[in-house]
Nanobody, 123 residues
Framework: QVQLVESGGGSVQAGGSLRLSCAAPGITFIRGFMAWFRQAPGKEREGVAA????????YYADSVKGRFTIFRDIAKNTLYLQMNGLKPEDTAMYYC????????????????WGQGTQVTVSS
């Protein structure tokens, strides 16, 4: 059963915006942090942003602070990533992750992962 499904990726020019969504149809209740990660070709997967269970705490990688916003709709069990001011270096496959079981949000220690959605930013 598919547990996390990302959508909203695409191709945009530098300076443009995209909103990624992550639905969790296969998970009844998410107990821990949710996050977005990305992985560019030839690079390691890196944490982009994370949000606490209730949505009151958010965390961002320095490279996206001020440009990206993570938020969640608890009633819809859906996570979002609003990306503004996109840069070519934001080009990557973006992954949704849920239920942090590690001690740091930027680690890969999440119980659930999606299949990814591609974001391509041209200059």
């Amino acid at each position: 059963q598919v547990q996390l499904v990302e959508s909203g990726g695409g191709s945009v020019q530098a300076g443009g915006s995209l909103r990624l969504s992550c639905a969790a149809p296969g998970i009844t209740f998410i107990r821990g942090f949710m996050a977005w990660f990305r992985q560019a070709p030839g690079k390691e997967r890196e944490g982009v942003a994370a949000i606490s269970v209730g949505g009151s705490r958010t965390y961002y990688a320095d490279s996206v602070k001020g440009r990206f916003t993570i938020f969640r709709d608890i009633a819809k069990n859906t996570l979002y990533l609003q990306m503004n001011g996109l840069k070519p270096e934001d080009t990557a496959m973006y992954y949704c992750a849920a239920d942090l079981v590690a001690t740091t949000w930027w680690s890969l220690g999440y119980k659930y992962w999606g299949q990814g959605t591609q974001v391509t930013v041209s200059s």
